[in-house]
């Protein structure tokens, strides 16, 4: 499995992106896939999840600005986030479960600990 993500870069307050992770080496049409962030020092934090029935989940700090979606014939995931605060400069990376079994629990699945692919991230920088 690998996981490219791209679209980071910066950015101004209050502005929009769209981050991107192309999905290779994932023949399953059942997934559980996620974004996550982190910044220097800190631990690695759940932004927003989502499986293969479309439910998703995310955190407290972008719900409201943010959408999760997945583009099944690109096989990509993507992450739309608008209204971009100085609090969102973090690297940004994508995450795949690869042994998930079809469970949904919306806060298990913003945990890292459920993810066993990851991408090599993205910066984004908020100024």
């Known amino acids: 499995v690998q996981l490219v993500e791209s679209g980071g870069g910066a950015i101004r307050t209050g502005e929009s992106l769209r981050l991107s992770c192309e999905v290779s080496?994932?023949?399953?049409?059942?997934?559980?896939m996620a974004w996550f962030r982190q910044i220097p020092g800190k631990e690695r934090e759940g932004v927003a999840a989502?499986?293969?029935?479309?439910?998703?989940t995310y955190a407290d700090s972008v719900k409201g600005r943010s959408t999760i979606s997945k583009d099944n014939a690109k096989n990509t995931l993507l992450l739309q986030m608008s209204s971009l605060q100085l609090e969102d400069t973090a690297m940004y990376y994508c995450?795949?479960?690869?042994?998930?079994?079809?469970?949904?629990?919306?806060?298990?699945?913003?945990?890292?600990?459920?993810?066993?692919?990851w991408g090599q991230g993205t910066q984004v920088t908020v100024s």
């Open positions: 995450a795949l479960d690869g042994t998930y079994g079809g469970d949904w629990d919306a806060d298990r699945v913003l945990r890292r600990t459920e993810y066993n692919y």
């Open positions: 989502i499986n293969s029935d479309g439910l998703t």
């Open positions: 080496g994932w023949p399953y049409s059942a997934y559980l």
